[in-house]
Nanobody, 121 residues
Framework: VQLQAYGGGLVQAGGFLRLSCAAS????????MAWFRQAPGKEREFVARIAWRSGIRYYSDSVKGRFTISRDGASNTWSLQMSSLKAEDTAVYHC???????????????WGQGTLVTVSS
């Protein structure tokens, strides 16, 4: 399985951006799709995840109410709609898959290469 993340860019604070992640295929161990982010000098942190079958969503407190994760089963793609962006949202955003509901980096077995989001204040 290969993941391709895209959609990053430069946006002003208060603006919006949509990230997407396309999977080459999905297996029985790809039950949860997530987004993580890593800001310069910081550890990679969980942002949001969605259960592939049920569509149940879970967000970190830092993005709840501003970001929305969704998936498209027909194209093996999931997206992250980001709004009310803040300077502290600046990071490289990575998509990932896991067999179970998780928020820990090590529980995700497949990762995309990351796409850079820069929010200017």
């Amino acid at each position: 399985v290969q993941l391709q993340a895209y959609g990053g860019g430069l946006v002003q604070a208060g603006g919006f951006l949509r990230l997407s992640c396309a999977a080459s295929r999905l297996t029985t161990s790809d039950n949860f799709m997530a987004w993580f982010r890593q800001a310069p000098g910081k550890e990679r942190e969980f942002v949001a995840r969605i259960a592939w079958r049920s569509g149940i969503r879970y967000y970190s407190d830092s993005v709840k109410g501003r970001f929305t994760i969704s998936r498209d089963g027909a194209s093996n793609t999931w997206s992250l709609q980001m709004s009310s962006l803040k300077a502290e949202d600046t990071a490289v955003y990575h998509c990932a898959t896991s067999a179970w509901a998780a928020i820990v980096v090590n529980d995700y077995h497949t990762w995309g290469q990351g796409t850079l989001v820069t929010v200017s204040s």
